[in-house]
């Protein structure tokens, strides 16, 4: 009988069976321990939570019951407010607004947390122009504002829950409204309103007097901002696309990002924007506040049910006490999300409408939207349009002249180049080396007509920022689309087509249309003009795919898209093509450039430094080769 040896591999096998076992046991004991104890700690705030609601409630009734004498209801007041009883005690105790408004935008503060609990853009209407409804920022209780205060006596007290006093004044055009929560006659917590005429932006100010007494001084009063922002487009998939959560963090604008749930915590912060679409929510601060937690939740999760609200944004702003008493100087922006607008504060809040990094964001600041601001003014938004496309490519017209004569260049060089190939079939290095000496001699720089495309593309991508971010476009018509900054719906479909939609749009059809045949019409030049190089892709095989498949990506993604993106891309191949139609017509002459090509090759050429360079590594690349075949 053979006696049986021990086999090295089943041994390691098995002990790393063994070790991946007790790996998924432990952490699965360690996820049970986890989640028994964020239980136990969300269970902890839900009960302390609970007991606050319920301390609430006894105070709130305490003010309303008219029933109960006023010794017994001060008492009440007393054992749950503290000092800040004699706030319930005053005649605006008592659910009541105060509204202050200008031409503009029309805010309604609740004496009950001295916040906002209305905020109506006059000029701006929900999803369609005649739609009979005003965006509404806050309404319905999707906005919280509190101010958690700590006391000397050991009480936590939201300023959500108590009554301010309020005070409306006017100082020339100026709206000054001043909210108190009152601990005594010369004692309080005050929320400053000050409304400017023709302006968007409030003054805020959150102060307090003669609290060091009564407040915990030593701790943080945490200012919490909350906001369900409502839905205000005809689409609320493309504006949930850009519904972000912006800020300024020591100094740098930046956003959370537009995942299900961001969250951040910011050194230094000194404003906070819940940006919609088109419109847009900016709390402002002149003093840095440090450790301010910011978190995004999207609440879109089926375009087809939720279609309410876009984004849940919440903010944490811790509020330090300067000798016993808040003094912060703020500010609050609620408007529309407009570049020029927003630009004239000079607080960099500006820096919210995404116009692209770089030198993206230069050409939309500095071009796109000087220009389309003066066209707009004295024509229709579509003509403005077409008159801004053809305006751009016409200033990028020399560009593209130099492209397609590059082209034109390497198609003449092309049979020259394919007998290098073929003289050199076997010496792959040599036949780099001959073809850059035809180049030189030729005078033709093959990288010519790759310069002029890289040039044009960051101007192309600066569109993709530009128009989605115009609120100029909203809810501006056009020939069949009745919303530039929305989709062009022609015909709404039974059913949904995944990565279409239930609807079809026209301006991206005729879009698609035009880059096909603008695709059609230069992939054969650009593949005749480029010879195949061994060891590269084949450029042919490709060019005919992209033939098709940059028409169908248009279809399918510029959809649900704004009109006006989609506009100006039709617009802009078809006047692509009739430059290019004009070009190859009266200024390139295949016979004209192969004489120039036959004469410059007489002419003496002189290296450039690159071409030397080129050239020696190419030498030294080929004397490699040679000494490795020798060994």
Same mark, same amino acid.
């Given at each position: 009988?053979?006696?049986?040896?021990?086999?090295?591999n089943?041994?390691i096998?098995?002990?790393l069976i063994?070790?991946?076992i007790l790996?998924?046991?432990?952490n699965?004991?360690?996820?049970?321990l986890?989640e028994?104890?964020?239980?136990?700690?969300?269970?902890?705030?839900?009960? &302390?939570n609970?007991k606050?609601?319920?301390a609430?409630k006894?105070v709130?009734? &305490?003010v309303?019951?008219s029933?109960v004498?006023d010794?017994v209801?001060?008492?009440?007041?007393t054992?749950?407010?503290?000092?800040?009883?004699?706030s319930?005690?005053?005649?605006?105790?008592k659910?009541?607004?105060?509204t202050?408004?200008n031409?503009l935008?029309?805010?309604?503060?609740?004496n009950?947390g001295?916040y906002?609990?209305? &905020?109506?853009?006059?000029?701006y209407?929900?999803?369609e122009?005649?739609?009979?409804?005003?965006?509404?920022?806050?309404?319905?209780?999707?906005a919280?504002f509190?101010?958690e205060l700590q006391?000397n006596?050991?009480?936590v007290?939201n300023?959500?829950?108590?009554?301010?006093?309020?005070?409306?004044?006017?100082?020339?055009?100026?709206q000054?409204?001043?909210?108190k929560?009152?601990?005594?006659?010369?004692e309080?917590l005050?929320y400053?309103?000050?409304?400017?005429?023709?302006?968007y932006?409030?003054?805020?100010d959150?102060?307090s007097?003669?609290?060091?007494?009564?407040?915990?001084t030593?701790?943080?009063?945490?200012?919490?901002w909350?906001?369900k922002?409502?839905?205000?487009e005809k689409?609320?998939s493309?504006?949930?696309?850009y519904a972000?959560?912006?800020?300024?963090?020591?100094?740098?604008?930046?956003?959370?990002?537009?995942?299900? %749930?961001e969250d951040?915590?910011l050194e230094?912060?000194?404003?906070i924007?819940?940006?919609q679409?088109?419109?847009?929510?900016i709390?402002?601060?002149?003093?840095?506040?440090?450790n301010?937690?910011v978190?995004?939740?999207?609440?879109?999760?089926? &375009?087809k049910?939720?279609t309410?609200?876009?984004?849940?944004?919440?903010?944490?702003?811790?509020?330090a006490f300067?000798?016993?008493?808040?003094d912060?100087k703020?500010n609050?922006?609620?408007?529309?999300?407009?570049?020029?607008i927003?630009?004239?504060?000079e607080?960099?809040?500006?820096?919210i409408?995404p116009?692209?990094?770089?030198?993206?964001?230069?050409?939309?600041?500095?071009?796109f939207i000087?220009?389309?601001?003066?066209?707009?003014?004295?024509?229709?938004?579509?003509?403005a349009?077409i008159?801004?496309?053809?305006?751009?490519?016409?200033?990028?017209?020399?560009i593209?002249?130099?492209?397609?004569?590059?082209?034109?260049?390497?198609?003449?060089?092309?049979?020259?180049i394919?007998?290098l190939g073929e003289?050199?079939?076997?010496d792959p290095m040599?036949k780099q080396?001959?073809?850059?000496?035809l180049?030189?001699?030729?005078?033709v720089?093959?990288m010519a007509?790759?310069i002029?495309?890289?040039?044009?593309l960051?101007?192309m991508?600066?569109?993709f920022?530009?128009?989605?971010?115009?609120?100029?476009?909203?809810q501006k018509g056009?020939?069949w689309?009745?919303?530039?900054?929305s989709?062009? %719906?022609i015909f709404?479909?039974?059913?949904?087509?995944?990565?279409?939609?239930?609807?079809v749009s026209?301006f991206?059809?005729?879009?698609?249309?035009?880059?096909?045949?603008?695709?059609?019409?230069?992939?054969?030049?650009?593949?005749m003009?480029q010879?195949?190089?061994?060891?590269m892709p084949?450029?042919a095989?490709?060019?005919?795919?992209?033939?098709?498949?940059?028409?169908?990506m248009?279809?399918?993604?510029?959809?649900?898209?704004?009109?006006?993106?989609?506009?100006?891309?039709?617009?802009?191949?078809?006047?692509t093509?009739?430059?290019?139609?004009?070009?190859?017509?009266?200024f390139?002459?295949?016979?004209?450039?192969h004489?120039?090509?036959?004469e410059?090759?007489?002419?003496?050429?002189?290296?450039?430094?690159?071409q030397?360079?080129?050239?020696?590594?190419m030498e %030294?690349?080929?004397?490699?080769?040679?000494?490795?075949k020798?060994?």
């Amino acid at each position: 009988m053979e006696k049986k040896k021990f086999d090295l591999n089943s041994i390691i096998g098995f002990a790393l069976i063994f070790g991946i076992i007790l790996w998924m046991m432990y952490n699965s004991r360690e996820s049970e321990l986890k989640e028994q104890q964020e239980k136990a700690k969300q269970e902890k705030i839900d009960k &302390a939570n609970k007991k606050k609601e319920v301390a609430t409630k006894e105070v709130l009734s &305490a003010v309303v019951d008219s029933t109960v004498s006023d010794t017994v209801k001060l008492q009440k007041l007393t054992g749950a407010l503290g000092s800040f009883a004699y706030s319930a005690t005053l005649p605006s105790a008592k659910e009541s607004f105060t509204t202050i408004e200008n031409n503009l935008i029309k805010l309604t503060i609740a004496n009950k947390g001295g916040y906002i609990s209305e &905020a109506i853009l006059k000029n701006y209407k929900k999803f369609e122009k005649n739609s009979g409804q005003l965006v509404e920022l806050i309404k319905n209780n999707n906005a919280n504002f509190n101010l958690e205060l700590q006391t000397n006596d050991n009480r936590v007290l939201n300023t959500k829950d108590l009554f301010f006093e309020p005070t409306l004044t006017k100082n020339g055009e100026d709206q000054i409204l001043s909210m108190k929560l009152k601990a005594g006659p010369n004692e309080f917590l005050e929320y400053k309103y000050v409304l400017k005429a023709k302006d968007y932006m409030l003054d805020f100010d959150v102060r307090s007097q003669g609290l060091n007494k009564v407040l915990n001084t030593s701790k943080n009063a945490d200012l919490q901002w909350d906001l369900k922002t409502y839905r205000n487009e005809k689409s609320v998939s493309y504006e949930n696309r850009y519904a972000e959560l912006y800020y300024e963090n020591d100094g740098k604008v930046d956003y959370a990002g537009l995942g299900k %749930q961001e969250d951040e915590t910011l050194e230094k912060a000194t404003f906070i924007a819940y940006k919609q679409h088109f419109f847009s929510s900016i709390l402002l601060s002149q003093t840095p506040i440090e450790n301010v937690k910011v978190s995004s939740t999207d609440l879109v999760n089926d &375009a087809k049910i939720d279609t309410v609200f876009t984004k849940q944004f919440k903010t944490t702003l811790p509020l330090a006490f300067k000798n016993g008493e808040l003094d912060y100087k703020m500010n609050w922006y609620l408007g529309p999300t407009d570049y020029k607008i927003l630009n004239t504060y000079e607080k960099n809040i500006e820096d919210i409408v995404p116009l692209g990094w770089g030198i993206f964001g230069w050409i939309n600041k500095l071009i796109f939207i000087p220009l389309f601001g003066f066209l707009s003014t004295f024509m229709g938004l579509g003509i403005a349009i077409i008159v801004f496309t053809i305006l751009i490519k016409i200033a990028m017209s020399p560009i593209t002249f130099k492209s397609f004569l590059s082209q034109a260049k390497m198609k003449v060089l092309r049979p020259e180049i394919m007998e290098l190939g073929e003289k050199f079939a076997k010496d792959p290095m040599k036949k780099q080396q001959e073809t850059m000496k035809l180049y030189n001699k030729a005078g033709v720089n093959p990288m010519a007509g790759c310069i002029p495309a890289l040039i044009q593309l960051p101007f192309m991508y600066a569109s993709f920022q530009f128009f989605p971010s115009a609120i100029e476009l909203r809810q501006k018509g056009f020939l069949w689309a009745d919303d530039l900054s929305s989709f062009d %719906q022609i015909f709404k479909l039974p059913f949904n087509i995944p990565l279409y939609g239930d609807h079809v749009s026209l301006f991206p059809i005729l879009a698609a249309i035009a880059i096909f045949f603008y695709m059609k019409m230069t992939s054969g030049d650009q593949v005749m003009a480029q010879p195949a190089q061994e060891g590269m892709p084949d450029m042919a095989k490709i060019m005919k795919i992209m033939i098709y498949v940059s028409p169908v990506m248009m279809l399918i993604f510029f959809n649900s898209y704004g009109s006006g993106l989609s506009l100006y891309n039709f617009i802009s191949n078809l006047i692509t093509i009739g430059i290019m139609l004009v070009i190859k017509k009266y200024f390139i002459n295949s016979d004209k450039i192969h004489a120039q090509i036959q004469e410059n090759k007489t002419k003496p050429k002189t290296e450039s430094k690159f071409q030397k360079k080129m050239r020696e590594m190419m030498e %030294q690349a080929e004397e490699q080769k040679k000494l490795n075949k020798k060994k």
